[in-house]
């Protein structure tokens, strides 16, 4: 299948959608090109998946830059067919689920069409056979997370959250672009297929190459919010709910996970880059689940738990040997798609209904609605990793990908630990979230009575529709193991085992208080307002960077004004003085002392110049 127009439907779609519908009143075009381009885009790419089609190098328009040749082609085959159709299923649920979350929302048709354009950008990446192509998604990504972060402008949390998000992917996308274009300097091709080749290939320059892969994986720390990174994420709550959905669960943060398995046998044989890769996941797993664990918001603590588990798939690449591949981590990040779009979408209901997403606010808000009940069950489920569902089922090949890089040279065992001690607090933190959502709340509180409305509130059949897709993916879509999409081999029984235990002993701390308490206010109630903070990772960055950055710009515009802007000051005082003079002697005037005073400031003037040059 030519993956041209799944990448253009979407794209034309948002071009569209800036011009019609802008007016609340005819919303329905908006809508309609949404859903529509969605859908279609997700058709093509099943239809293609399912027909078993080889793969294919569809041809771009290409161009010669001199000596670099530019062919901007897309890849089509199995795997990326597999990534794209959850790229695209996610963003169908996401449009379907926003035309009725922000129906009342006057810049709604901007919001869709920047959906839209988000989707064409992920699924570009996703298809991209083309340096060029990789970097053009992966900024056009960013400046849409920044659009939909900050979509509802006028508040100043939003504006904030949105240009923190931007100013820091930004900073860490000028190492993503130079290690681009090293590597195709290098080849002398743009292609996907010729840089790999020419860098994993026996004459490489392996310096070169560690120092590209080590810019290019900074790129993909930043726009995954891995540590030292890893603070914008949760401040991006502060846009709509569909539009968290779809930056956490399969765009943007999953982006670098596709774009290191294209280059995976170069960074294989890049062995720093991979120790740097290994360190920032592994503590960004644990680091991301404890803060996860002590969040009193709990859509924060989503936000959190998308963290840890972007370092869960980043971790696979971070230590799989050449022979596993990198499909361990594509297959989570097809599993995480589903059951963070799940959780994400089911919880935006949920505040809804409640009023808000504090863990005080949104208590027992699931008791009484079953399909939020049940797509919290199944959504928390696997992200806890247990057996049989989707997430549970990734995890394990990615436990077991670190496992066999455990015993080769590199942060192996570093991740197999980082690794184990986060399936012990994920399984703590969903067990938390499972009973703050479904707890019985006593009738007559504030409490009780969110519940009591919860209860009578209509689910629109849309929500109900979208969340019972996901809820059945959730609990089969490891079936796609039969399919050829992922070669990720066979689990180990021993370490089901293991990692079934783990799971128990998180569950048990996490219900040592009782089924009635909060459990991050038995276990860490001196963390909750530390990690509610990030840390103190703001703080840190304006001691690091706003405010040197800040000083210097009173520096430079103090010499600006100061020192540069005399020249110009004394010119026109010099000019001023000569047209006076002139004037009066024009005019037959006889010079008084105030022209010697202004021919002395003059010389003076005149003489300062000279020194300071």
């Not at 990448?7 to 609340?24: H, R, Y």
């Not at 503590?283 to 859509?299: E, R």
């Amino acid at each position: 299948m030519n993956p041209w127009p799944v990448v253009a439907l979407p794209a034309l779609a948002s071009l569209i959608g800036l011009f019609a519908g802008q007016d609340l009143r005819d919303q329905r075009l908006a809508k309609g090109l949404a859903v529509g381009a969605s859908a279609a885009s997700l058709v093509l790419v099943v239809l293609a998946w399912v027909s078993g089609a080889e793969p294919l190098e569809a041809a771009g328009p290409g161009v010669a830059a001199g000596e670099l040749s530019v062919p901007l082609s897309l890849l089509s085959d199995s795997t990326r067919l597999a990534v794209g159709a959850v790229v695209a299923l996610v963003a169908l649920c996401v449009q379907a689920y926003s035309a009725v979350y922000l129906r009342t929302d006057d810049r709604y048709a901007r919001f869709a069409a920047t959906v839209s354009l988000f989707t064409a950008a992920m699924l570009l990446v996703v298809f991209s056979g083309d340096l060029v192509l990789t970097v053009l998604g992966w900024e056009v990504m960013g400046w849409c997370s920044y659009l939909l972060i900050g979509h509802w402008s006028r508040r100043h949390s939003a504006r904030r959250a949105a240009h923190k998000a931007f100013l820091v992917t930004r900073v860490a996308d000028i190492g993503f672009v130079l290690g681009m274009v090293g590597l195709a300097a290098g080849a002398g091709t743009t292609s996907l297929t010729g840089v790999v080749d020419a860098w994993s290939g026996e004459g490489a320059d392996g310096a070169a190459r560690a120092v590209a892969m080590t810019l290019i994986v900074i790129g993909v720390l930043g726009k995954s919010a891995q540590v030292p990174f890893q603070d914008w994420l949760a401040d991006a709550m502060e846009g709509p709910t569909p539009a968290s959905a779809l930056i956490h669960a399969a765009t943007m943060v999953a982006a670098g996970t596709v774009v290191l398995a294209g280059l995976f046998p170069v960074l294989v044989l890049s062995h720093p880059a991979r120790w740097v890769l290994g360190i920032s996941v592994a503590v960004t797993m644990v680091l991301a689940a404890v803060l996860a664990f002590a969040q009193s918001d709990l859509k924060r603590l989503l936000a959190w738990s998308t963290v840890s588990q972007v370092g869960v798939m980043l971790s696979a690449l971070a230590v799989a040997p050449l022979a596993e591949g990198p499909d361990a981590g594509l297959f989570h990040l097809w599993a995480h798609a589903i059951f963070k779009a799940l959780l994400f979408l089911a919880i935006g209901w949920a505040s809804v209904i409640a009023g808000g997403t504090a863990a005080p606010t949104l208590r027992g808000s699931a008791t009484a609605i079953p399909i939020l009940r049940v797509s919290f069950l199944f959504g928390l489920l696997s992200l806890a990793g247990v057996p049989v569902v989707v997430g549970g089922l990734s995890k394990e090949h990615v436990i077991a990908a670190a496992w066999h890089g455990a015993v080769e040279p590199g942060p192996g065992l570093v991740v197999l630990v980082a690794l184990l001690l986060t399936v012990a607090v994920t399984a703590a933190y969903c067990t938390r979230a499972y009973l703050l959502l479904t707890a019985h709340v006593r009738s007559g509180d504030e409490g009780g009575r969110a519940v009591e409305q919860a209860g009578v509130a209509a689910v629109p059949p849309v929500v109900q529709v979208v969340l019972g897709g996901l809820v059945v993916l959730s609990a089969i879509g490891g079936l796609v193991l039969f399919t050829d999409a992922f070669d990720v081999g066979s689990a180990s029984l021993a370490w089901i085992a293991i990692t079934l235990l783990i799971i128990a002993v998180g569950v048990a701390a996490a219900l040592r208080g009782g089924l009635d308490k909060d459990p991050a206010q038995v276990l860490a109630a001196r963390l909750v307002p530390h990690a509610d903070a990030g840390l103190g990772a703001d703080a840190l960055y304006r001691a690091v960077a706003v405010t040197p950055v800040l000083a210097l710009a009173r520096v430079v515009a103090f010499l600006d004004t100061e020192v540069v802007d005399l020249y110009v000051r004394g010119t026109a005082v010099v000019t001023r003085a000569a047209g006076w003079a002139g004037a009066r002697a024009h005019h037959g005037e006889r010079p008084s002392s105030a022209i010697g005073l202004v021919l002395g400031a003059v010389v003076v003037l005149a003489l300062v110049g000279v020194l300071a040059s």
